[in-house]
T-cell receptor, first 118, second 113 residues
Framework: AQSVTQPDIHITVSEGASLELRCNYS??????LFWYVQSPGQGLQLLLK??????LVQGIKGFEAEFKRSQSSFNLRKPSVHWSDAAEYFC????????????????FGQGTILTVHP | NAGVTQTPKFQVLKTGQSMTLQCAQD?????MSWYRQDPGMGLRLIHY???????DQGEVPNGYNVSRSTTEDFPLRLLSAAPSQTSVYFC????????????FGPGTRLTVL
């Protein structure tokens, strides 16, 4: 069964500092990996995704993530955090089912709440 | 395009009442799904549909029914609400061939007393 672990429930950083949010996954084949962001009272917005190819993927709002197969990780990074980045971040894994057809069964991690201090 | 819309935004029910959460999308997406979000548990898949007339269960389907009579709409029904169904519910959709690239609605916050 597929699963996602986000080890950090809550992270606090100062504005302008760098950020890394951790994500570890379990999946039986090549995974599709995603990071979503959720602002308070809002739905989820896709930050970036990895399907194949270059293991360093760029997303919106200056975020990037690196897929490391050997470590089963897909950590999210940003070199300089802005106050508007305060939100909850979710890592998700999905991919083709046993029949080879991608039915979009995303499994989400528990989420990491990011607080940004001025 | 309005994207994925959900109604109502907030709802309070008493135990045993029934209701339907509405979800609609105007992007002609084949795939639609319902998730519930509970603190510390991320999002969990309730039901999903790969097209009109086709639905299947997700991770936590008990207590919920769905149907998909049109491409646009995917309502979620609670037949007899229980306090354990207090949660935030999200609907999502994605286009053919890109089922993992899901677009989420704004959510419905449901409280069952």
């Amino acid at each position: 069964a597929q699963s996602v672990t986000q080890p950090d429930i809550h992270i606090t950083v100062s504005e302008g500092a760098s950020l890394e949010l951790r994500c570890n996954y379990s999946y039986g084949a090549t995974p599709y990996l995603f990071w979503y962001v959720q602002s308070p009272g809002q739905g989820l917005q896709l930050l970036l995704k990895y399907f194949s190819g270059d293991t360093l993927v760029q997303g919106i709002k200056g975020f990037e993530a690196e897929f490391k197969r050997s470590q089963s990780s897909f950590n999210l990074r940003k070199p300089s955090v802005h106050w508007s980045d305060a939100a909850e971040y979710f890592c998700a894994v999905g991919g083709p089912n046993a029949g080879g057809t991608s039915y979009g069964k995303l499994t989400f991690g528990q989420g990491t709440i990011l607080t940004v201090h001025p | 395009n309005a994207g994925v819309t959900q109604t109502p935004k907030f709802q309070v029910l008493k135990t045993g009442q029934s209701m339907t959460l509405q979800c609609a999308q105007d992007m002609n997406h084949e795939y639609m799904s319902w998730y519930r979000q509970d603190p510390g548990m991320g999002l969990r898949l309730i039901h999903y549909s790969v097209g009109a007339g086709i639905t299947d269960q997700g991770e936590v389907p008990n207590g919920y029914n769905v149907s998909r009579s049109t491409t646009e709409d995917f309502p979620l029904r609670l037949l007899s609400a229980a306090p354990s169904q207090t949660s935030v519910y999200f609907c999502a959709s994605s286009p053919w061939g890109r089922y993992n690239e899901q677009f989420f609605g704004p959510g419905t916050r449901l409280t069952v007393l």
